[in-house]
């Protein structure tokens, strides 16, 4: 299986399109729309590639509390990179969003070389981080020694 879509909150529908269409470069490819008395929301998928999509829902009077925040990792109260969505990324569409980026005077929040792979984050309009993510050359599978990792006390040396 792969990812059919992986959807968010947002608070500002056309900033959140500029960001994901005009700036990282992924279309918007559907948009539904449910309205019920005063109650209505948005849903609309921007496709990232390979048929799989990040999408958001805009909404007003479905039950949210009033004080709702979009980001996912500091209103929580965790580190801003911890939540995150990574879309794989060859180095031209890293360098071809860095430059739309800069045009528009954003920086990137990180830009790590993680050994394995060569990263680029943005924050997007909704507090959620995105890595764009380039192998260098990708996870190398090792199921042993990553059960072990994992399984691992913190502090025990191997």
Known sequence: MTFHHVAYATKDLEATRHFYEDLIGFPLIHTEVVETGDSWMKHVFFDSGDEECIAFFAFENMGEQSNWASDVSSTVGLPIWVNHVAFKASKDQQDLTRA????????????????????????????????????TPGIIRDEKTARRLLSRPIGQKE
Not at 110 to 134: F, I, K, Q, T
Request: glycine letters at 8%; proline letters at 6%; hydrophobic letters at 40%.
């Open 100 to 135: 739309r980026m800069e045009i528009e005077g954003i920086s990137p929040i990180m830009d790590l070389d993680h050994g394995w792979c060569a990263s680029l984050y943005y924050l997007d309009p909704n507090g959620v981080l995105v890595e764009l993510c380039r192998d």
